[in-house]
Nanobody, 121 residues
C-alpha cells in the first residue's frame, strides 16, 4: 500500500557531505511525522532526526549542528543533509513515516529498506 524508498547513500571521506532522500508513494492520504534512523553493525537502531508536518524538528545529540532534516509535503519526500561526516556516522540509514492511507482512519508506521552510509578515508 505504501512504499518508502531511500536514496543518496554511499562512501564518503571524513568531513564530507551526503544528502539522503526518501520518497513515499502508494495509497497515501496524509503523512504525519517523518524521521531518519540509523543502525550500525552490532548496534540497535537509533533516532537521527524527526520532523513534523509543520516542520518542527528534533535531532539526536551526536548529529546536532551537522545534519539537517527537511521535507517536501507536496512531493511526499523527506531529506537529510549530512555535513561534517565522521566515521561514527557509518550505518544503514532508514526512513520512517507515520502514514494514514486512503480510506483508512488510523496511522501506521512505515519503513524504507535502508541506504548504506560509509564514512572512511
Amino acid at each position: 500500500q505504501v512504499q518508502l524508498v531511500e536514496s543518496g547513500g554511499g562512501l564518503v571521506q571524513p568531513g564530507g557531505s551526503l544528502r539522503l532522500s526518501c520518497a513515499a508513494s502508494g495509497s497515501i492520504f496524509r503523512i504525519y511525522g517523518m524521521g531518519w534512523y540509523r543502525q550500525a553493525p552490532g548496534q540497535q537502531r537509533e533516532l537521527v532526526a524527526r520532523i513534523t508536518t509543520s516542520g518542527t524538528t528534533n535531532y539526536a545529540n551526536p548529529v546536532k549542528g551537522r545534519f539537517t532534516i527537511s521535507r517536501d509535503n507536496a512531493k511526499n519526500t523527506l531529506y537529510l543533509q549530512m555535513n561534517g561526516l565522521k566515521p561514527e556516522d557509518t550505518a544503514v540509514y532508514y526512513c520512517n513515516g507515520d502514514v494514514q492511507v486512503q480510506g483508512g482512519s488510523y496511522r501506521a508506521a512505515y519503513w524504507g529498506q535502508g541506504t548504506q552510509v560509509t564514512v572512511s578515508s
